[in-house]
């Protein structure tokens, strides 16, 4: 059993950084496809940024430039490093492990932009 914890969350003011962290359980955290995912009340789930086992990576659009995903296998931790941020960024972050036909979720964390 696969279980995601994410951190850092927070209230920042607008231009600030956060940097989220998802820590997984279990011995296939460097097998797996990690991503963060972010939804706002009345909208859909929306994929953020993802890391495949290779390290390859890619982003949503509105993100490019601003947020870098990486992980550390060794400490099976994903990150998300959130730079000038904006108040339209304010949403629950998830983190998602994929492996095979799997997927699990962490609990979520608040990240609230505004002045």
């Known amino acids: 059993q696969v279980q995601l914890v994410e951190s850092g969350g927070g209230l920042v003011q607008p231009g600030g950084s956060l940097r989220l962290s998802c820590a997984a359980s279990g011995s296939v955290f460097r097998l797996s496809v990690m991503g963060w995912y972010r939804q706002v009340p009345g909208k859909e789930r929306e994929l953020v940024a993802q890391i495949t086992e290779a390290y390859s990576t890619n982003y949503l659009d509105s993100v490019k430039g601003r947020f870098t995903i990486s992980r550390d296998n060794a400490k099976r931790t994903v990150y998300l490093q959130m730079n000038s941020l904006k108040p339209e960024d304010t949403a629950v972050y998830y983190c998602?492990?994929?492996?095979?036909?799997?997927?699990?979720w962490g609990q979520g964390t608040q990240v609230t932009v505004s002045s």
């Open positions: 998602k492990l994929h492996l095979g036909g799997s997927n699990y």
